[in-house]
């Protein structure tokens, strides 16, 4: 029998909009940690700092290590009025990739200024709403001077520090959104858990927005994911398959280690571009655990979570039953006070 095909309006819920975290913890491991287990439903609360109870010697933790941009640049047009611009990734021939507002005033070749003086022209349409743009100088060096951090829209309190939303980890500049599993780990967990024979080894997936783009259309299956690059180093992938040979766990840092770990199993290709679209049912190849934040209502991010509960549970679970389970979850962190999105709370699903 066919499955049928899954309908975008059943990946809502409700979310009071004081659960959506303003402010990232005090300390970035004092967040709380739901942990869930896929094959019972069974659930646990904890902190963040206490991730090694459910981790062994031997387990791999995957990491994304792509670094955020200040990626939000604010700039005035020739006429006076101001234009904002998030870059998004690099494009064809020196130019970039950038959402561009509001991008219907802006004609193709027009000259915009920062407030520093950089000029960046504003080049061709290109699909879903992105302009191409060319800088007038180095394109990181004129982010490091003019930029902003680029949080997302569901945040209004912009007071936090620019590195706390940036991993301690980050390395290759290039993401316009944070991997934001890993904004829980700290240089002191991550020691801890490397004492206790838990590794880790760094992939990299340069964020796109796409991560905050609601589902579009009636189906699942009629959404479409932005491309986004990836790399990993042969090191990952030796530890990867030492971990596999050895019978150990390996442990997803985020929705953005899944997809570089599923694309490359899949394509075989250790970088290159990645529209991977995980939905329900979905065969894990590479990924036995994940950490993972509350991800919003109706996007490609709750319905790989989604997947890899169905992926989890006894054998002819249906992709309801695994949406139940994982709703099942947020409704008991709702509850109990979990804060959502970004800056808020994690999971561990095991």
């Known amino acids: 029998m066919t499955a049928p095909r899954l309908r975008v309006d059943d990946f809502e819920y409700d979310l009071p909009e004081s659960a959506i975290a303003q402010a990232p913890a005090e300390q970035r491991d004092a967040s709380r940690l739901l942990v869930l287990e896929r094959s019972s439903g069974r659930i646990e609360h904890a902190h963040f700092r206490e991730l090694g109870r459910w981790l ?34 690099q494009g064809d021939r020196g130019t970039w990739e950038a959402l561009v507002r509001p991008s219907r005033k802006v004609a193709v070749g027009e000259m915009v200024t920062t407030a520093d003086g950089h000029r960046i022209e504003v080049g061709d349409r290109l699909p879903e709403g992105v302009r191409a743009i060319r800088f007038d100088g180095d394109p990181h060096a004129v982010m490091a001077a003019a930029g902003e951090m680029p949080l997302p829209p569901y945040i209004r309190d912009r007071s936090a520090p620019a590195d706390r939303y940036q991993t301690v980890y980050a390395e290759p500049l290039g993401s316009a959104a944070a991997p934001t599993a890993g904004l829980h780990f700290t240089p002191e967990l991550l020691t801890a858990l490397t004492a206790a024979g838990v590794e880790h080894a ?13 589902l579009e259309g009636e189906f699942v299956d009629e959404h479409h994911i932005h491309r986004e690059w990836y790399e990993v180093p042969e090191a990952t992938r030796d530890a990867i398959d030492g971990s596999r040979e050895a019978g150990r766990r390996v442990v997803a840092v985020g929705t953005t280690s899944v997809r570089v770990l599923e694309t490359a199993a899949g394509t075989g290709a250790p970088s290159g571009w990645s529209d991977l679209y995980v939905t329900p049912p979905h065969r894990f190849n590479r990924v036995d655990a994940l950490i993972t934040n509350f991800h919003l209502p109706r996007s490609s991010l709750l319905l790989l979570a989604t997947a890899f509960v169905q992926a989890g549970m006894p054998e002819g679970a249906t992709a309801y039953e695994s949406r139940d389970v994982l709703l099942g979850a947020y409704r008991e962190a709702l509850g109990s006070g979990y804060r959502f999105f970004s800056f808020g709370d994690a999971m561990l699903i095991l």
């Open 56 to 89: 062994s010697s031997g387990d791999l933790l995957v990491l994304n290590d792509s670094r955020v941009m200040p990626a939000r640049l604010r700039a005035r047009r020739v006429t006076g009025g101001t234009v904002e611009l998030v870059v998004l990734r």
């Open 202 to 214: 760094s992939v990299t997936l340069h964020v796109g927005l796409d991560t905050f783009r609601p």
